[in-house]
């Protein structure tokens, strides 16, 4: 049986060594330390609801909120949110299924209830951080100098990746399912290790549920989340009884994964490779992404010996290696672990300076000056909290509108074929579905065949007939070209005209004409 007692050992784990005075740290601590920590995280949350209420949105965006649509139209059996059907996609979470239940039960908007999502996301992110930070150190202070770290102390530029919890990434995508698989993980690394410390039954109890959750959620964050696991067990080696109890742990998580209605297990384990050329960019640019994280490279060698320091370093080290072997082998999928290795140079920097080990005054120098080169690396997504037209500056992203005129034009659910990602995007953001997914999708079977049918479609010397079967097969309703050289396309007639020469042409009789307008 799992007991609870602690022994020194677990002492050691929770950041306490029998005997030992308490270091001299910053000169704040106990509940004035822990109203410093939360004033800081009201102060991030503030700045998160001023970009919220922006409602300026790029990237992932679009196809979370088809997301959420589809899970609100249809909970127990959705679509698939960008080309319909059912397709066992990992989009289809328990994440989304959460937001889609609210849509349905409150009437709202799903904006709004994916807005709200973000800045509940980043609440859970600025806790699970707290949570998991009294495993290195009981002082508020380290938590508190964390949570900047993990904020500002990334690279020049930050990257806007989910799953990358930088100030500059969080303007973007707070909303995402990966910033709620993160914050889990936090959580989940901190019942892990406190059970690995003391045998806490409940600390395990809670283990197959958030690792279940994650995994479904996120898989990316879920292999960070695997990483954590091994990496907390291999530096201190648990107890046979220890190990044994998360034997069933594992398989249950497993097992509750597995039984998720709406994605497999096997298909998740089978895309990694066509994932692989989307992450070049992070393999290329990884030093300029997290390089500034490297100033906790001393303080990580130097904390070994300290409660939680042997986690962290060899956390740190299985990712670097991990990072390697994928950077030789073109395994590029691989390198979303990079946050998790980033994260650790922000804790053992955190615990340093925050419990006041040697060279604190001329290391904090150091680490303030990589702080302010980090604001100014994370000043594009800064900004986002301001409003629409005083958002200036190189990197500052927003919403790309040049294809709002189609939208009154269609209805949700509707199949419409374009000639670009980009207005694809922007039509499964309202709730239309497409031939040719705009976002990498090897879930899906004819991914290829899709996007070769689009560019079919839209090929110069294409005969008509062709166009028009290619059409049938996929139930299109509307075609959007964003060239201005819409190709002919037997039974389909020009709906509106949109700028730069796009234009929107849909089945005859599904648009009227009143008043010199069109719409169905």
Do not use: K
Request: proline share 8%.
């Amino acid at each position: 049986m799992v007991g609870t007692e602690e022994g020194t050992r677990g002492r050691e784990g929770l950041g306490v060594r029998r005997g030992a005075p308490p270091p001299r740290g910053f000169p704040f601590g106990g509940g004035f330390g822990e109203l410093a920590y939360w004033a800081l995280g009201a102060g991030v949350l503030a700045w998160g609801a001023l970009v919220v209420s922006r409602h300026e949105w790029v990237g992932d965006w679009a196809l979370h909120l088809a997301t959420v649509r589809a899970m609100a139209a249809d909970p127990w059996d959705p679509a698939d949110p960008m080309v319909g059907g059912r397709v066992a996609s990992p989009y289809l979470s328990p994440w989304a299924l959460a937001l889609g239940l609210l849509t349905r039960l409150t009437g709202l908007a799903p904006e709004t209830v994916l807005e709200a999502g973000a800045l509940l996301n980043l609440l859970l992110l600025v806790a699970g951080l707290r949570v998991f930070c009294r495993r290195l150190s009981p002082r508020p202070a380290v938590a508190a100098l964390a949570l900047v770290f993990t904020l500002v102390l990334w690279g020049l530029p930050e990257t806007p990746w989910s799953g990358f919890p930088g100030l500059g990434s969080l303007s973007y995508v707070m909303p995402y399912p990966g910033t709620f698989a993160l914050a889990l993980t936090l959580f989940l690394w901190a019942a892990l290790a406190r059970f690995l410390a003391t045998g806490s039954g409940r600390a395990l109890a809670a283990v197959p549920p958030l690792a279940a959750v994650v995994l479904l959620v996120h898989p990316f964050t879920a292999l960070a989340a695997a990483a954590g696991a091994a990496a907390f067990a291999a530096a201190r080696p648990p107890s046979r009884r220890r190990l044994a109890a998360l034997v069933p742990a594992s398989a249950a998580a497993l097992g509750a994964a597995a039984l998720w209605p709406h994605s497999s297990l096997a298909t998740l384990a089978a895309a990694g490779d066509d994932f692989s050329e989307i992450h070049r960019p992070l393999a290329v640019h990884a030093l300029g992404y997290g390089g500034l994280a490297l100033a906790g490279l001393p303080a990580l060698v130097y904390g070994v010996r300290r409660p939680f320091g042997r986690e962290t370093a060899v956390l740190a080290g299985l990712v670097a290696a991990a990072l390697g072997a994928a950077a030789v082998l073109g395994a590029y999928e691989y390198f979303r672990l990079l946050p998790v290795l980033v994260l650790a140079l922000h804790l053992a920097l955190a615990r340093h300076l925050g419990d006041g080990l040697p060279w604190r005054a001329p290391y904090a120098v150091v680490t303030a000056l990589a702080c302010l080169a980090g604001l100014y690396g994370a000043w594009p997504g800064l900004v986002r909290a301001l409003p629409a037209d005083a958002q200036r500056g190189p990197g500052v992203l927003r919403t790309d509108h040049r294809y709002d005129f189609a939208r009154p034009h269609l209805r949700e659910g509707d199949v419409v074929i374009a000639d670009r990602a980009a207005a694809g995007r922007s039509l499964v953001r309202w709730g239309a579905r497409v031939v040719a997914p705009p976002y990498p999708y090897p879930f899906l079977r004819d991914e290829r065949r899709r996007h070769e049918d689009a560019a079919r479609f839209f090929a110069a010397g294409t005969p008509a007939g062709e166009r028009a079967a290619i059409a049938r097969r996929y139930g299109v309703r509307c075609l959007l070209d964003t060239r201005g050289r819409a190709p002919e396309a037997p039974g389909f007639t020009r709906a509106a005209d949109g700028p730069g020469g796009a234009e929107l042409w849909c089945a005859a009789g599904a648009v009227r004409v009143v008043g010199g307008s069109h719409y169905p």
